[in-house]
């Protein structure tokens, strides 16, 4: 099922998402150049989009432990 009109076939599932039913995130970029972020284990849910900028400072917010 495509989230919004994303394709299914370029989502990248992260690395620290195991297959143990836990936390499952995915992400891809958009056409518009943004980044795309859902959750593969329901993908009914849609789809969060973001400027890579703020991405970016997401993803070190969380590697420093700031978040």
Not at 37 to 66: C, E, I, M
């Amino acid at each position: 099922m495509a989230r919004y009109g994303l394709p299914d076939s370029v989502w990248v599932k992260s690395s620290y998402s195991g297959d143990n039913g836990g936390t499952c995130v995915e992400t891809q970029s958009t056409a518009d150049g943004l980044v795309a972020v859902g959750d593969s284990k329901d993908r009914t849910l849609g789809a969060h989009t973001f400027a890579p900028a703020q991405w970016q400072a997401f993803v070190a917010a969380v590697q420093n432990g700031s978040l």
